[in-house]
């Protein structure tokens, strides 16, 4: 079974950093994009970055040059390294992939930028 699992969630003051990784087991997602979206506070879950399997990417206007999305194809992994963190970034972050031509999800990491 596909399955998704995001780690290194927590708080962080304004103008930190944090790095969130994704393990995607069950399957080869070598030609599926892994990516990251977010759910802040009282609003709809939006996109945020992803990365193909030939590593291109694709970031939210207002992570670009902060965020950086990579992977690593052999392991399924998909890292999200934040910098610059704003309280606007609060919010729960999931891993997704588009394997068998739906989106998969993992359960979430919570992201608190404090003042």
């Known amino acids: 079974q596909v399955k998704l699992v995001e780690s290194g969630g927590g708080l962080v003051q304004s103008g930190g950093s944090l790095r969130l990784s994704c393990s995607a087991s069950g399957a080869s997602f070598s030609d599926n994009i892994l990516g990251w979206y977010r759910e802040p506070p009282g609003k709809k879950r939006e996109f945020v970055a992803a990365?193909?399997?030939?590593?291109?990417?694709n970031y939210k206007t207002s992570v670009t040059g902060r965020f950086h999305v990579s992977r690593d194809v052999a392991k399924n992994t998909v890292t999200l390294e934040m910098n610059n963190l704003k309280q606007e970034d609060t919010a729960v972050y999931y891993c997704?992939?588009?394997?068998?031509?739906?989106?998969?999800w993992g359960p979430g990491t919570q992201v608190t930028v404090s003042s």
């Open positions: 990365v193909a399997g030939d590593g291109s990417s």
């Open positions: 997704v992939s588009d394997y068998g031509g739906a989106d998969n």
